[in-house]
């Protein structure tokens, strides 16, 4: 637990750096004990999931796609943090079997009263869209109430994320926690599949009120930049900025096309160099793919105390 720990503080000092402002909304309905279950929308690949458990008061396991564990580095780093594979079928169906030891870790640690976090969709998008969900936080928590153990005790979460744009530092992410949900909210009496989705549409519910959702907003279009325009305009002025969104009076009445992305970035004048560099092998590396952020994060923080090092080296030759 004390490498998770540690971990967190360095992703959590990156983050700072990263984003250019992080808004951490409702984070009260975080039960500071007990097995809770997080169901978040799941906008940008790992980010999504190094954002809530970096700004979260409590340690968490968490899902992540199977695919990303094949790395056997990788695999060593995400055993620290508590993060557990999630096979679909397109990664092979020789490894779906390995679901069930996944979901049997997931429901053995809501009976150590921990947190584990899930993202309903199953998949991400860098959009602005709400997917339909999966069955499998809805099994989860069936099984965790139907059991004889502390995980029938469990307490759902919603957790909205809400990003400015999915191309690199500079930007601003909202993470907007939803009201606490019990046994009490769901009729779980009657069949495994109307309970699936009765709890699924209570999520999807839940999500659009606490992230922004528009199905026909896309990446770097004009509408994009008007959202960019008003989330900085709302944030500037002090306002709610979901709330502004949510308005979308910006989309036919905002006057002005910013410039997109033209948020100052907030990454010290000594790390921009290695920035734009890491920014160049990650376009190479993912093709601008759903990973890029991720993994320009990454790589920016990795590398950075290289950076540093060899900085240090040639300016000690020089001076």
Not at 79 to 102: H, V
Not at 225 to 250: D, G, R, Y
Not at 285 to 314: C, E, H, R
Request: contains cysteine.
């Amino acid at each position: 637990m004390s490498s998770y720990w540690f971990i967190k503080t360095l992703i959590k000092l990156g983050l700072r750096l990263y984003y250019r402002k992080t808004m951490v909304r409702f984070l009260q309905q975080l039960p500071m004990q007990g097995p809770v279950l997080l169901v978040a929308n799941h906008p940008s690949s790992f980010m999504d999931a190094l954002l809530i458990a970096a700004y979260a008061n409590r340690p968490m396991h968490f899902l992540a796609r199977g695919d990303a564990f094949n790395n056997k580095i990788l695999a060593s780093i995400f055993k620290r943090l508590n993060m557990l594979p999630l096979y679909r079928i397109s990664e092979g169906k020789e490894n779906l079997d390995k679901n069930f030891e996944t979901f049997d870790a997931v429901y053995e640690a809501l009976t150590r009263n921990e947190m584990v976090l899930i993202f309903g969709e199953g998949i991400s998008e860098n959009n602005w869209r709400l997917r339909k969900q999966k069955k499998g936080a809805a099994r989860i928590i069936l099984r965790a109430w139907n059991s004889n153990t502390p995980a029938k005790n469990t307490i759902i979460v919603p957790v909205g994320l809400t990003y400015e744009h999915y191309k690199g530092a500079g930007k601003s992410v909202l993470i907007n926690y939803g009201k606490q949900l019990t046994q009490m909210d769901f009729n779980v009496i009657g069949s495994a599949a109307h309970f699936v989705e009765l709890f699924n549409n209570r999520i999807v519910l839940d999500l659009q009120q606490l992230a922004y959702i528009n199905n026909g907003l896309g990446p770097q279009s004009i509408e994009h930049k008007f959202l960019i325009n008003a989330w900085q305009h709302a944030e500037s002025t002090q306002q709610n900025v979901l709330k502004v969104l949510k308005q979308e009076q910006w989309l036919t009445s905002n006057p002005n096309t910013p410039k997109l992305f033209s948020a100052k970035l907030p990454l010290l004048f000594w790390l921009w160099p290695h920035y734009r560099v890491m920014q160049m092998v990650t376009q190479k590396a993912t093709n601008g793919n759903i990973f890029y952020d991720s993994v320009l994060f990454g790589l920016t923080l990795l590398l950075a105390p290289f950076y540093m090092l060899t900085l240090w080296f040639v300016l000690k030759c020089f001076l």
